[in-house]
């Protein structure tokens, strides 16, 4: 039997139960859910590892996995050299920069000299840098939102869904710098019998998204 594809899942998060559920709905068994961090499938040439998002890149990369799911706001924001090789439409976000409520804004040069706290400084500094604005961007881990109440920037750069966190920390959404979903990641450069078996699963993947549409 063909040696398994490595596949990195986020262990517990946002993206765990869509990307569990979407190889399940390919027809491929594993265990999932046991707190275990690895599992091997039953019935594809698969073994699945249970990750932090944050760390699923690297793998990639590095080829401890050689595929993984991600948001794509994490693949890009981590600059690792990995090959997108589809698009899932789940976890969709947007990150975007956001201000106190009442503040007023007219547009993007309003951030000049301004303080912002992200978690996300690449793709913040690759936005700003286009939009030749210049801001210092204070790179916080968590908790973004409270930021400006706490007198640590006068702006945030974050991921919103619903826009209910912002709406709850008195804060107005005034740019969307970019768009996300899920994504499936691959080692730039898979050996041929692993090729053969991600395009057995991207044949899986396309039929079960035919299906939904
Ligand atoms: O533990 P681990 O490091 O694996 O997980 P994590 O906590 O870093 O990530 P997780 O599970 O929160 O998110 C995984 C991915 O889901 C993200 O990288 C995005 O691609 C995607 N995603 C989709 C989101 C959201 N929606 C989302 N709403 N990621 C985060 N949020 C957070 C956001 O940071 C903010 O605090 O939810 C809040 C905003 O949500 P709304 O609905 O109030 O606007
Ligand atoms: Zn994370």
């Not at 050689?66 to 589809?86: F, M, Q």
């Not at 007023?104 to 040069?109: L, N, V």
């Not at 008195?170 to 990641?185: C, D, H, N, P, Y």
């Amino acid at each position: 039997m063909a040696s398994p594809i490595r596949i990195a899942l986020q262990k517990s998060g946002r993206l765990s139960e869509d990307s569990y559920q979407l190889f399940k709905a390919c027809g491929i068994r594993f265990d999932y859910g046991t707190g275990k961090l690895k599992s091997v499938s039953s019935n594809f040439a698969a073994e699945f590892l249970f990750l932090r998002d944050d760390d699923i890149p690297g793998y990639v990369e590095d080829g401890v996995a050689d595929l993984g799911i991600v948001g794509e706001n994490v693949a890009v924001e981590t600059g690792r050299h990995v090959t997108t090789v589809h698009r899932l439409g789940f976890s969709k976000c947007r990150l975007s920069i956001a201000i106190p409520r009442g503040e007023a804004y007219t547009d993007i040069r309003d951030l000049d000299g301004k303080n912002i706290a992200t978690s996300y400084p690449r793709l913040l500094g690759t936005y700003l840098a286009e939009q030749g604005v210049s801001a210092a961007i204070h790179e916080i881990s968590g908790s973004v939102e409270i930021a400006p109440s706490i007198g640590l920037a006068e702006a945030v750069c974050d991921i919103v869904s619903s826009g209910s966190t912002l709406l709850s920390n008195g804060l107005k959404e005034v740019e969307t710098i970019f768009r996300s979903e899920a994504i499936m990641i691959a080692h730039p450069a898979l050996p041929a019998e692993k090729q053969t078996l991600l395009d057995q699963l991207l044949f899986r993947i396309n039929a079960v998204q035919a299906a939904k549409n």
